[in-house]
């Protein structure tokens, strides 16, 4: 294929180096003609491991050269990849004056070329920047029309800096933010030898991967630090202590609790939380990721409590009030919490929970709802029919399978308020996830 790249940074160069390798005729833009005189010499205008014997090879075999004339550059590829700057601003905002300048150019040269053209951006760009800049940009410079004229991508780049040769031949996975299908697969023949997975998604969404990963990256630093340095506090080895957390990969690093929903409760996380945390106060440790676990997990609770009570309604039927499905246990339940402030703010509640039965439960639990909550038990119902007949908001609390049926089920008037995802619909309508 033959690419143009704009932006002969780190990600520009590698890519150039890595897609002249692999066969295809790639031109190089960079308004710093220090840059596209290196590339035309054939040195590397980055120190990267492997990309100086890359760059100096596809340059003498002719796939590679660089240029400051975008139109060249565009009337002479079938697809141009954005990799310039996207600083931060002063305030941290993120700074797209280069991704605009770049579009303004690249959209006046596909205003002159008949073939379909695609551009991606690879750039890190917030949610939102393809559709408020990048697609308006292109369609107001070229005068056609994203997705029908030319089609546009947002393709996140995963390399390192480092180990970027490597990083790109073997990314954790490609994730395309398509337009159209027909741009989506043009690129898709770009990585057809990678072994990584694949995604193809919309655009909004591969924006907002490449921020949920590297904002994932930094919490898992600053993650490791705190412990590490509570772990140093009490003469033990952080490293040790993270070498066997990383073993664990069923629990620890895996896709459990990565839902987005609810907060947290039960027995053990709240208590072990805030133990751990005022024994780093009480160690004089300041660890503000750590100590922000437990308000930010109250945040949810208030969130949720806010979407019932701006249903507006006074009758609240409960589905699901153990801190999760399968499960008697009340024990620092968020929803019991919810229920609480219902109750406090005068809202008449029907609870229903096939796990938490009084009649059946026994120990711990028995003594929890008798003793400590025992208002909330006169408000058990025994099946969900009895809370869809009386309330108008229903709440969905955990994910018993038998709540899947809710929204065929429902009357007009009525409106759920899904803390846990029992639906894929988005919000609307009679339906609000609580962050979906
Ligand atoms: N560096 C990394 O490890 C890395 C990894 C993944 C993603 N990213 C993202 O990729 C993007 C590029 O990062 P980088 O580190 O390669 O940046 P960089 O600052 O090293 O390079 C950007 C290049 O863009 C050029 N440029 C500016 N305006 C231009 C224009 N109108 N036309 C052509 N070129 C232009 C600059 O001259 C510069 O050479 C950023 O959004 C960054 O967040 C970087």
Redesign the pocket.
């Known amino acids: 294929m033959k690419i143009s790249i704009?932006?002969?940074?780190?990600?520009?160069?590698?890519s150039a180096g890595c897609l002249a390798s692999d066969g295809h005729e790639v031109i190089g833009?960079?308004?710093?003609r220090t840059?596209v005189d290196l590339i035309n010499q054939g040195v590397t205008?980055?120190i990267e491991k492997d990309i100086g014997e890359m760059i100096a090879a596809t340059v003498k075999s002719g796939l590679l050269r660089a240029t400051v004339d975008?139109r060249d550059a565009v009337l002479g590829s079938d697809m141009s990849l954005?990799?310039?700057?996207?600083?931060s601003q002063l305030n941290g905002n993120l700074d797209l004056s280069?991704?605009r300048?770049?579009c303004e150019?690249i959209g006046a040269a596909i205003k002159d070329k008949d073939a379909f053209h695609v551009v991606v951006a690879?750039?890190?760009?917030l949610p939102g920047s393809m559709s408020n800049l990048v697609i308006p940009t292109l369609e107001a410079a070229s005068g056609k029309k994203a997705g029908v004229d030319f089609g546009v991508c947002n393709n996140?780049?995963?390399?390192?800096?480092g180990t970027?040769v490597y990083d790109y031949y073997h990314p954790p996975k490609t994730v395309i933010g398509e337009s159209d299908e027909r741009a989506g697969a043009l690129l898709v023949e770009l990585y057809a030898k990678m072994e990584a997975p694949l995604v193809r998604t919309n655009v909004e969404t591969a924006e907002m991967v490449?921020y949920t990963d590297?904002t994932w990256h930094a919490v898992k630093v600053a993650f490791a630090n705190e412990i590490g340095n509570i772990c140093k506090a009490v003469g033990i080895d952080g490293h040790k202590v993270m070498e066997i957390f990383c073993q664990d990969t069923k629990l620890n690093l895996s896709s459990y609790y990565m839902k987005p929903g609810f907060a947290f409760g039960g027995s053990c996380l709240p208590k072990d939380v805030r133990a751990l945390t005022y024994k780093a106060r009480s160690l004089d440790l300041d660890l503000p990721l750590l100590n922000s676990i437990l308000p930010s997990n109250q945040k949810q609770v208030d969130k949720g409590l806010k979407m019932i009570m701006d249903k507006g309604a006074r009758k609240v039927g409960i589905l699901g009030f153990s801190f999760k499905a399968g499960t008697d246990d009340l024990r620092e339940s968020p929803l019991v919490d919810v229920i609480e402030h219902l109750l406090g703010k005068g809202y008449e509640l029907k609870l229903y929970d096939k796990n938490v039965n009084l009649a059946a439960l026994t120990g711990a639990n028995q003594d929890y709802i008798l003793n400590h909550i025992p208002h909330i038990s006169k408000l058990m119902v025994d099946s969900m029919e009895e809370v869809l007949a009386f309330a108008e908001t229903i709440v969905v609390g955990n994910g018993a399978a038998e709540f899947k049926a809710l929204p065929g089920l429902l009357k007009p008037g009525q409106s759920v308020v899904d803390l846990v995802r029992i639906s894929t619909e988005q919000s609307g309508g009679q339906y609000d996830g609580i962050c979906w």
């Open positions: 704009f932006g002969l940074g780190y990600v520009g160069a590698v833009v960079d308004p710093n840059k205008p980055i975008v954005i990799c310039v700057g996207t600083p280069h991704v300048k770049v150019q690879r750039s890190t760009m996140p780049e995963f390399l390192r800096e970027a490449k590297n």
